[in-house]
């Protein structure tokens, strides 16, 4: 990995994304053999190695995926989510539909919704599927303990309020050893009601209060939009070898895998209850969470992301709800 961090690079409203016009190589993990694979984020920072004007050709119809990084990864770009749904439009005949990638590492669905508000509305999406939910739900428990927050903020937010009134060696050095750090975030479990039921059930509510704004936003602006919630290990069947020792993990927060079971669960009873209550629902809400029931193959390498056959069955899933809306 390079030295620099080339998936969170400072942008205004979406606070992050990939690093513009970056090139770089990692180890494909999809790869036994663990070779080198080389990544190229294009002038705005994401994996887009096409061209993409402002002016949409009038032949052209447009798809755009955001989400993190569970439709970043893929190698090469073809094995993307995104990148594996525009190969079945082709392999079906459909030749003028062109898809592209707006993943980027560690977002969740707040910066999702900035995006499209600030960049992709200026790029005349015809659908905008948004594959999320993992990351709402996830990094609360170790990263930002505000529901809704983005990865790591409360370090940049502690950074910020330092800097202002303590440039100093003193301020860099606390910055550096961390302890203060950890004490803020131990105040803002306490004042969020860190893993308790009210924690929880706020997390999910700013979740779905996000895609709802995106749906409202994507009705003012006249494109489509799918949600489509991502499934994790814990609800496959059956599991492989790998996958159980995966799913046996220890994370950061107890009883983890009861944890999401309760989050997506939630998540799945609230947006069920607002489609079956709007005669022309704002966002065509679609879960994706349980695909690997019967899936007698291993594709996790961790309890989210999952090699490049899982991105084929995935994308393959996701093609059969936008063949028609295209």
């Not at 961090?5 to 190589?25: E, K, L």
């Not at 950061?252 to 895998?257: C, E, L, Q, R, W």
């Amino acid at each position: 990995m390079p030295k620099e961090d080339i998936y969170h690079y400072p942008a205004p409203y979406v606070h992050f994304h990939g690093t513009p016009n970056a090139v770089y190589s990692i180890t494909d993990h999809t790869d036994l053999e663990g070779s080198q694979v080389e990544i190229r984020l294009n002038e705005l920072g994401f994996r887009i190695e096409k061209p993409l004007t402002r002016e949409k050709p009038s032949h052209e119809k447009r798809i755009f995926f955001v989400g993190s990084s569970t439709i970043f990864n893929g190698y090469p770009l073809e094995k993307t989510i995104p990148g594996q749904v525009e190969q079945i439009f082709r392999q079906a005949g459909i030749d003028n539909v062109q898809v592209y990638n707006f993943g980027f590492v560690s977002s969740v669905s707040g910066q999702e919704l900035a995006l499209l508000v600030h960049l992709l509305s200026s790029y005349d999406p015809d659908v905008v599927v948004v594959y999320n939910g993992g990351n709402d739900v996830c990094l609360p428990t170790n990263f930002d303990p505000r529901p809704g927050f983005p990865y790591n903020f409360f370090a940049y937010e502690s950074f910020m309020k330092r800097m202002r009134y303590d440039i100093t060696d003193r301020g860099f050095r606390w910055i550096l050893e961390g302890e203060e750090l950890q004490d803020t975030y131990k105040i803002l479990q306490t004042a969020h009601d860190y893993a308790t039921e009210k924690w929880e059930i706020n997390i999910v509510s700013q979740y779905i209060e996000n895609l709802i704004k995106m749906g409202r936003f994507a009705r003012g602006c006249s494109f489509k939009l799918y949600a489509f919630l991502e499934p994790v290990v814990f609800f496959k069947s059956p599991l492989m070898e790998k996958e159980r020792e995966i799913s046996t993990t220890v994370y950061d927060i107890p009883d983890f895998h009861h944890y999401l079971h309760r989050q997506y669960q939630r998540i799945r009873l609230m947006l069920e209850f607002l489609q079956k209550n709007e005669e022309n629902p704002l966002v065509k809400f679609i879960d994706l969470s349980m695909i690997f029931q019967g899936y007698h193959q291993s594709v996790y390498r961790d309890f989210r992301h999952v090699n490049n056959e899982g991105n084929r069955f995935i994308a393959e899933n996701i093609f059969n709800y936008l063949r028609n809306s295209i």
